[in-house]
């Protein structure tokens, strides 16, 4: 099987070696793996990983991408791909699945299935990150603005230390399992508790904003003055 997986910034995460090791090693038993990363440098971390090939891509950029694409098909020869795992960015759940469920409707014709899978918080740098860039923007920002959220951020962020965060181990093992399906399902989800997404989706919107505010631990918080 010939699988691509472009990524966007550094090898960590669902993108990092040890993740692709463990799809390699126990899961996809010699199977081609096409790794997007973003340097040469984030390339060398994937060197030893048997049956990996980093490609340096920005799926920000259509060059970079199309050279990536032809590099691909240079080595596969004409063969084509069996799957291609978008794990590249931030998506938020709405956007994403409108996107792919008119990405299915589009691809039927052709036999191509579109899933999704729909991981739980996980246990990678994008939290820190994050919380970094929050610092930064609140560090400039208008302190009588930054006031009317204060209380909202910090409830926010001893929500977030407290989230149980999956290994990024176990969200690639549902990868594996949704493209080695024969008949894989359109949504699949990753990691402990990831079932109830789908389901607080559906609640009526008012019961759905409660639900969210109490995880992210705003249901009781005033506004600032």
């Known amino acids: 099987m010939q ?4 990524g966007l910034g550094e090898p960590v995460g669902l993108a990092r070696p040890r993740a692709l090791a463990l799809d390699l090693d126990q899961a996809f038993g010699g199977d081609r793996v096409f790794a997007g990363v973003r340097s040469p440098a984030d390339a060398a971390l994937f060197a030893g990983v048997a049956g990996v090939t980093p490609l340096t891509v920005d799926v920000t950029d259509p060059d ?11 080595a596969v020869d004409g063969g084509g791909l069996d799957a291609l795992v978008n794990n590249a960015g931030l998506i938020v759940e709405g956007p994403l699945e409108s996107f792919s469920v008119a990405l299915r409707v589009e691809l039927a014709p052709w036999r191509i299935p579109v899933v999704v899978v729909e991981p739980t918080g996980t246990r990678t740098p994008v939290l820190s ?3 970094e860039a929050s610092a930064k923007a609140r560090a400039v920002a208008d302190p009588a603005l930054v006031a009317l959220y204060e209380r909202q951020l910090a409830a926010a962020a001893e929500a977030s230390a407290r989230m149980s965060l999956a290994d990024p181990d176990d969200i690639a093992k549902v990868l594996v399992k949704a493209v080695h399906a024969r008949r894989p399902k359109a949504l699949w989800t990753a990691g402990r508790g990831a079932g109830l997404l789908p389901t607080i989706g559906r609640l009526p919107t008012g019961l759905s904003d409660r639900v969210v505010a109490r995880a992210l631990g705003v249901a009781k918080i005033e506004a600032g003055a």
């Open 64 to 74: 970079s991408v199309a050279s990536a694409a032809g590099a691909v098909g240079a």
């Open 3 to 6: 699988l691509a997986r472009p």
């Open 129 to 131: 990150k994050a919380a």
